[in-house]
């Protein structure tokens, strides 16, 4: 199994963001490169941070998917 980091343009990572909507009374999850472009991209003044989450997406290898060789 290889992990990668997933990289954007600027060679920033994505992090998923989540916070707790005051409005709505319930938790909001959202991905962007740092916790301000997540509050703008929302778009509402009701939150409250909770957590800040780095995405690795996983890579299989196809020729050794699962413990078997496929050569």
Not at 7 to 22: A, I, M, S, V
Not at 47 to 63: G, M, N, T
């Amino acid at each position: 199994m290889l992990k990668t980091n997933h990289q954007e343009k600027g060679n920033r990572e994505t992090k998923l963001f989540k916070f707790y909507d005051l409005s709505m009374a319930q938790v909001v999850q959202i991905t962007a490169t740092t916790e301000r472009q997540a509050r703008k991209s929302l778009g509402k003044s009701s939150l409250i941070f909770i957590a800040r989450i780095r995405l690795y997406p996983v890579i299989e290898r196809a020729r050794n998917f699962g413990g078997y060789s496929h050569e």
